[in-house]
């Protein structure tokens, strides 16, 4: 895998019939959502061998400023008179608002309205018409993003503590971890985490996984790499090695093929 190749986090790339290929599923398309596990799809990600996770992050909620609401217990409480933006659905924003309510049990799956865009810069451009109220966006720096760019939006909630994204203690209103008042909100997070990671197909044979495996964790180790991540608004942060993401994945199946997850996800994506 040349430096070249590898430069653009978003797409992971795989070696199979000895030719290198980027793919258009990146990140939490490809590995980490629930209809890449638990509906049909033409391959099983829990059976392709990770490589690595370029990021792991927080998601966040971002909330018009209009709505008046004030406290995180508000803002459950208002769940059924906001209308929740989405990139489409199944994508990212819409699985985990509705797990945000099948984790935690705050309120029911059936108080959320959803408006379903295509893709972020058309839920973005939803939210400063007034069309959406709220948008669970991954990663946090993207949910900073989207509200730095819409006047009458806050970035609200950041589902983590503080430590893995001090950077955004001045914008958000609220850390997860803070907030007692909503049970298994940490379970929440850790279910939701952002990854970004790279796999392989099954049948790439033990050697050239193991370099893959390899050049992976020097590459997010090389300043100069990390600085041109950072360049192209695609930082590395939180990396992991390729047991911690298998670690995860074998998690979230676990969790999203079981009630009361399943049926959510199956009764949402029908």
Do not use: W
Not at 1 to 14: F, H, I
Not at 149 to 166: E, H, I, W, Y
Not at 192 to 197: A, G, Y
């Amino acid at each position: 895998m040349s430096r070249g190749q590898a430069v653009e986090p978003a797409l992971p790339a795989y070696i199979t019939n000895r030719r290198i290929h980027t793919g258009c599923c990146s990140g939490i398309p490809s590995a980490a959502l629930p209809p890449q596990i638990v509906t049909e799809t033409a391959y099983d990600i829990t059976e392709m061998p990770p490589i690595g996770a370029m990021v792991r992050d927080p998601n966040a909620l971002v909330l018009r400023s209009d709505t008046g609401i004030e406290t995180f217990n508000q803002f459950i409480d208002s769940i059924s008179e906001l209308t929740f933006g989405t990139q489409g659905v199944g994508s990212a924003a819409h699985t985990v608002t509705l797990m945000l309510s099948a984790v935690t049990g705050a309120f029911p799956v059936n108080r959320l309205q959803f408006v379903h865009y295509a893709g972020t810069s058309g839920a973005q451009t939803g939210m400063a018409r007034g069309e959406i109220d709220a948008m669970i966006v991954g990663t946090v720096s993207s949910a900073a993003q989207v509200a730095a760019s819409v006047d009458s939006a806050q970035l609200f909630c950041v589902f983590s503590s503080p430590a893995n994204a001090t950077e955004y203690e001045r914008q958000t209103q609220y850390y997860s971890s803070a907030i007692d008042s909503v049970p298994d909100l940490d379970r929440y997070a850790e279910l939701t985490q952002f990854i970004r990671m790279l796999v392989t197909p099954p049948e790439v044979p033990a050697e050239p996984l193991s370099a893959l495996r390899n050049a992976f964790s020097k590459l997010i180790e090389d300043e100069a790499f990390r600085q041109e991540a950072v360049d192209r608004n695609r930082p590395i942060t939180n990396p992991g090695n390729y047991e911690t993401v298998a670690e995860t994945l074998r998690d979230r199946a676990e969790v999203y093929g079981s009630e009361p997850l399943r049926g959510v996800f199956n009764d949402a994506f029908s």
